[in-house]
């Protein structure tokens, strides 16, 4: 068990709409990342967070978008939703910033139909 | 053009051989991580280097920086190490993260 939580596990919505994805970090670390995983792209970073502030910004499409709260969850907000966003989306922490050892969630399997 | 590169794509293996998953990488680097992703789909950090060797049980990991290599190694395979291996480099300017197309592995018993 990472300790990283992702919540849900499944969600299966329609084109168009909008969803939100939630990431509580292992105890005790700061950093939050956003990944997504889809059958033609792979892995790809979107997004870090790190103590509440915007780290760095990967492939992160306008549609999207995230925030860490005071107790350092994050959440992910896709809108605007097309077939394509059909994928694996997975959280990661850190203790710091950077050069140190993730640890991922189970993800969420997004839908989009 | 990929940041970053593995090879082989595919790899089937006998139980008991020892193992290489290479990563070539073209950006600067301040770490590199080794991920193993079971069928069920999670993700687990196996290993993270930024110089020199790591080893863990039966995995090993090394990087050269020169070279911009990174290897990983497993010794006397198992059927449960059958997973995708996926390399990942955190960049120098720490503001990207970039993974390879993962090393699809196969230990036959």
């Known amino acids: 068990d990472s300790g990283v939580t992702q919540t849900p596990k499944h969600l299966i919505t329609a084109t168009g709409q909008r969803v939100t994805l939630r990431c509580s970090p292992r105890s005790g670390d700061l950093s939050v990342y956003w990944y997504q995983q889809s059958l033609d792209q792979g892995l790809q970073f979107l997004i870090q967070y790190y103590n509440g502030e915007e780290r760095a910004k990967g492939n992160i499409l306008e549609r999207f978008s995230a925030q860490q709260f005071p107790d350092l969850h994050s959440e992910l907000n896709l809108s605007s939703l097309e077939l394509g966003d059909s994928a694996l989306y997975f959280c990661a922490s850190s203790v710091v910033s950077a050069n140190s050892p993730l640890h991922f969630g189970n993800g969420t399997r997004l839908t989009v139909t | ?100 197309t993962g090393t699809s592995l196969t230990v036959i018993p």
């Open chain 2, 1 to 100: 053009k990929n940041e970053v590169e593995q090879s082989p794509q595919n790899l089937t293996a006998q139980e008991g051989e020892f193992i290489t998953i290479n990563c070539s990488y073209s950006v600067g680097i301040s770490a590199l991580h080794w991920l193993q992703q079971h069928p069920g789909g999670g993700i687990v950090s196996l290993f993270m280097l930024s110089s020199g060797k790591k080893k863990h049980g039966r995995l090993i990991a090394t990087i050269n920086i020169q070279e911009k290599h990174s290897s990983l190694h497993i010794t006397a395979s198992h059927p449960r190490d059958s997973a995708v291996y996926i390399c990942a480099v955190d960049t120098d300017t720490g503001n990207q993260f970039y993974f390879g």
